[in-house]
């Protein structure tokens, strides 16, 4: 093989991918199925715009004890009772995980639960997770849940 003959087979090469990459972003080949496993492809309707959460004080602190909080969520026109819990309760406005649309978090002197709603299998699912935090100054968790489903949610 001589270097024309090289020249000319990665020519016809790079033009077979450039074909090829046309023809997936046109959408004539679709390499991304509904039905495939695949973790970048979530089909989810709610928007984190859709999401409201609402918090309801249903015991005031004292100073020693922890204040309690009702949370309901609303996505669109529909609305469910979460839950109760401890501490004082904020939307969480810092870092998402991969699947989860929104969250909140509920602590009260280094220890609190985080909330969040979430995309799995297609369907919309509340989970918790506990958490403890050495101080304010050391915002890094010395104990940490995984998320567990506490909720399956339909619109």
Same mark, same amino acid.
């Given at each position: 093989m001589?270097?024309?003959?090289?020249?000319?087979?990665?020519?016809?090469?790079?033009?077979?991918?450039?074909?090829?990459?046309?023809?997936?972003? @046109?959408?004539?080949?679709?390499?991304?199925?509904?039905?495939?496993?695949?973790?970048?492809?979530?089909?989810?309707?709610?928007?984190?715009?859709?999401?409201?959460?609402?918090?309801t004080?249903?015991?005031?602190?004292?100073?020693?004890?922890?204040?309690?909080?009702?949370?309901?969520?609303?996505?669109?026109?529909?609305?469910?009772?979460?839950?109760? /819990?401890?501490?004082?309760? @904020?939307?969480?406005?810092?870092?998402?995980?991969?699947?989860?649309?929104?969250?909140?978090?509920?602590?009260?002197?280094?220890?609190?639960?985080?909330?969040?709603?979430?995309?799995?299998?297609?369907?919309?699912?509340?989970?918790?997770?506990?958490f403890?935090?050495?101080?304010?100054?050391?915002? /890094?968790?010395?104990?940490?849940?995984?998320?567990?489903?506490?909720?399956?949610?339909?619109?």
């Amino acid at each position: 093989m001589n270097k024309k003959s090289i020249i000319v087979i990665i020519g016809i090469f790079g033009f077979l991918v450039l074909v090829f990459s046309v023809l997936v972003q @046109t959408g004539v080949i679709n390499l991304i199925k509904e039905n495939d496993i695949n973790p970048f492809f979530i089909k989810n309707e709610v928007r984190k715009e859709d999401v409201v959460w609402n918090f309801t004080e249903t015991k005031e602190t004292d100073g020693l004890t922890a204040p309690a909080n009702s949370i309901e969520l609303q996505i669109k026109n529909k609305k469910w009772l979460i839950g109760t /819990y401890e501490g004082n309760c @904020t939307e969480k406005t810092d870092i998402l995980l991969v699947n989860q649309i929104s969250g909140v978090t509920c602590s009260w002197r280094g220890f609190g639960a985080e909330i969040g709603l979430f995309v799995e299998n297609k369907k919309l699912v509340i989970k918790k997770k506990i958490f403890e935090i050495n101080s304010q100054k050391d915002p /890094y968790p010395i104990f940490i849940e995984e998320f567990k489903t506490i909720q399956e949610l339909t619109l």
